[in-house]
């Protein structure tokens, strides 16, 4: 079974192009978003941290487009579950 990993500086850089092709800006999420700084906005920009998943539903919302569509999975090794007894 292939199991699905985020890449977390490519859904950065997808965060960026999707805020910008929104025409919203890094303050306008900091705003809607409540923050006190930027800084979680830049570091999911960056890919140094993801959107906790309330924050990814606010996020599609305003960028008019799906989960899927924000997040950057890929496929790695393959991997073998064993069945519990």
Not at 43 to 64: C, E, R, T
Request: hydrophobic share 50%; charged share 20%.
């Amino acid at each position: 079974m292939a199991i699905p990993t985020i890449d977390m500086v490519r859904t950065g850089q997808n965060i960026n192009r999707l805020r910008k092709a929104a025409g919203v800006t890094v303050r306008d999420l900091q705003d809607v978003f409540g923050f006190a700084t930027p800084q979680a906005i830049y570091k999911w920009q960056h890919g140094a941290a993801l959107p906790m998943v309330d924050n990814l539903v606010l996020l599609s919302a305003i960028f008019k487009v799906s989960i899927d569509e924000i997040l950057i999975v890929e496929q790695c090794d393959e991997v073998t579950l064993s069945a519990s007894a």
